[in-house]
């Protein structure tokens, strides 16, 4: 079994406690969907933010959902750069899998998906 790297990204529109909380449940919730993860798979969260959303800590919205409590957690601030994408919340979720890495879907919403079109799957 490996550990392997799901990265994540979403933007929110305003510095809004709800709305940063609401923002990561829904990244997490796709990541965990796309890749088939259950918390008892993940080695640990690594959530940054953008300096311009100080509203709420998004690792206390991961914490709440039934059956996070234990997977460890951290958050951090996003490295300020010139011209960086604003409010944006990205996850870095480390899974125990035997899944290869052309296996793993990383996620990127709203506005995120700037960061990587690479990596944006197509609804269609």
């Known amino acids: 079994m490996m550990v392997r790297g799901i990265r994540g990204a979403i933007t929110v529109e305003r510095n809004d406690e709800n709305e940063i ?3 990561t449940i829904e990244l997490l919730n796709e990541i965990v969907a796309h890749n088939e ?3 008892e798979d993940i080695a640990s969260v690594f959530v940054t933010v953008t300096a311009d959303l100080d509203a709420a800590f998004p690792a206390r919205a991961i914490r709440q959902m039934q059956g996070w409590e234990l997977v460890p ?3 951090s601030l996003e490295i300020s750069v010139p011209n960086g994408l604003p409010r944006c919340i990205r996850l870095m979720v480390l899974i125990n899998t035997n899944k290869g890495q052309a ?3 990383h996620i990127y919403l709203n506005d995120a998906q700037k960061l990587r ?3 944006v799957q197509s609804k269609g």
């Open 103 to 105: 296996d793993i879907r």
């Open 117 to 119: 079109p690479d990596l």
């Open 37 to 39: 993860v259950r918390p």
């Open 73 to 75: 957690l951290m958050c």
């Open 21 to 23: 909380l609401d923002a």
